[in-house]
Structure formats: C-alpha cells, structure tokens
C-alpha cells in the first residue's frame, strides 16, 4: 500500500487570495510608481542641457568660436573646413586649439523626453542666442517635428520653469499652427549666448 504524503498543495480558495492581494498591491503601487519615474524627467532634461551648454562654451574656450554643429563637440579632431555658429571656416586654428571630445554626441540629439534635434545650432538673427533646434522627417509640404507638444511641453516645465509660459519666449520657442501639434523646424531651445 501507498503511504499519503504529509505534504499537500494550496487549495484553491488560497491561490485565489493570493492573487488577488497581489493584484490590489499593484493596482495601487504601478500608478505610484509612473508618477515618481515622471518626477524625474524636469530635472534629467535640465541636466541634459546644462551638459551640452557646458560642453559649447567650453568648446568656445579653446577655440575662440562657438560651434555650427552639435557633431563638433563630440569628435577628437576638428576639420579646418568645419564652419562656427556664423557659417565661418575654423581654419588652421581648429586643429591646434580643439581638445575634444567635450560631450558625446556625434551627430544630433536625443534628449531624455525622447525629443529628437538636428545636429546644426542655430543663431537666431534677433538674438545672440545658441540653440538646438527640432529634427524633421519628410512628409507633406512642410514635413514633420520629430518633438511633439508633449515633449516641448516637458521641456518648458524643465527649462522655463512652467509649461504655460508663451510659446514665443524663453528659452523654449516653438509655433502651434493647430492646437496640439508643433510645427516642423520651429522648436528652439536655446542653451547659452555669446
């Protein structure tokens, strides 16, 4: 004869509690979670751009020019051909006075709100101003922002302190054509001045 185990399995009345003392605690702590993750998205694009700030005017320190291309402050070497914020050449001074790399970026950038930028800065003719500006995809007559208005909303919060601040000033600067989308190739965020 067999003998009976003294061992025994849950019954079912117990895995059904289980599981659903275990779906209560993650109703209430997955939300909890989302907004303190979300928390944590003003101050990484703050530091993001404070980083490529830096790495510009650094770049302007050793070689007297601001960049004209965000891909220049990441490379080891500089090309005599390569052109400052005012479209001019560097010259013979590029090699002797660039000591990059001064960020990593290699070509455009991609922010921690998932923002996309082009890798040329822009100098705004009203203002003396560097600033990234958005990518853009084809598509339509005017293409399309790789930013969205959530993202550029996240930025304003993160740069100008609200994100209710006008479209047209401060650091963040974009045009909303129709309500809830951002116009191709009209994002700035400006990062320093000279």
Not at 125 to 132: G, K, S, W
Not at 145 to 163: F, N, P
Not at 171 to 187: I, K, R
Request: glycine letters at 10%; hydrophobic letters at 40%; a neutral charge.
């Amino acid at each position: 004869m067999r003998k009976m185990s003294s061992h025994r399995g849950f019954t079912l009345p117990e895995v059904l509690v289980t599981v659903t003392i275990v779906a209560v605690l993650a109703a209430v702590m997955v939300p909890a979670v989302i907004n303190q993750v979300a928390k944590g998205d003003s101050p990484a694009v703050g530091n993001d751009m404070g980083g490529i700030r830096t790495a510009i005017t650094t770049f302007a320190a050793d070689t007297r020019r601001f960049p004209g291309r965000l891909s220049q402050l990441g490379g080891s070497t500089l090309s005599s051909s390569a052109q400052d914020i005012l479209r001019v050449d560097f010259g013979t001074d590029a090699s002797n006075n660039y000591h990059g790399p001064y960020a990593s970026i290699t070509s455009g950038h991609v922010n921690p709100t998932g923002a996309v930028f082009s890798d040329s800065l822009m100098n705004p003719l009203t203002t003396r101003n560097i600033c990234l500006r958005d990518s853009t995809s084809l598509g339509g007559v005017l293409g399309t922002s790789k930013i969205t208005a959530a993202q550029v909303s996240l930025l304003e919060t993160a740069l100008d302190g609200s994100s209710t601040t006008p479209k047209t000033t401060g650091a963040v600067q974009w045009v909303e054509t129709v309500a809830g989308t951002v116009d191709a190739g009209s994002v700035r965020v400006c990062v320093t001045t000279y």
